[in-house]
């Protein structure tokens, strides 16, 4: 009886102490947020025609900006030269965020807009 309750406790401290899955809330990283609303559906008979086109044009307008984003990274991925630029870049602007200087951190463009093969 003993052995089963030391069993319980040791699997009881085991489980609420575990922490192997879950990352600590301060080295959560938001990477690339989009601010789409979420759409239930419940009052969408209410919307007028019009509201609808126009949910419709901003859901395509964000598809297609996400899927230029795709393309760029795809493109970037498939140059070795431009992903040697990129990861300089990128060094570059993790120091200005590590000396302290958010600002000219925030204002540096790590992707460039260059022309892919297709334009």
């Known amino acids: 009886m003993k052995v089963l309750l030391y069993i319980t406790a040791l699997l009881f401290a085991v489980i609420n102490c575990s922490s192997a899955f879950v990352a600590p809330a301060q080295n959560r990283v938001t990477i690339a947020s989009s601010s789409t609303a979420v759409s239930m559906g419940l009052f969408d008979m209410f919307m007028s025609e019009e509201e609808r086109q126009k949910k419709k044009e901003r859901a395509q307008r ?8 795709q393309r760029e990274i795809l493109e970037l991925r498939r140059n070795p030269e431009a992903m040697d630029e990129y990861m300089a870049r990128a060094a570059v602007r993790r120091k200005l965020y590590m000396n302290g200087m958010e600002d000219e951190a925030k204002k540096m463009k790590v992707m460039t807009d ?3 093969q297709d334009e």
């Open 62 to 69: 964000e598809r297609d900006e996400q899927e230029k984003v």
């Open 114 to 116: 260059k022309p892919t």
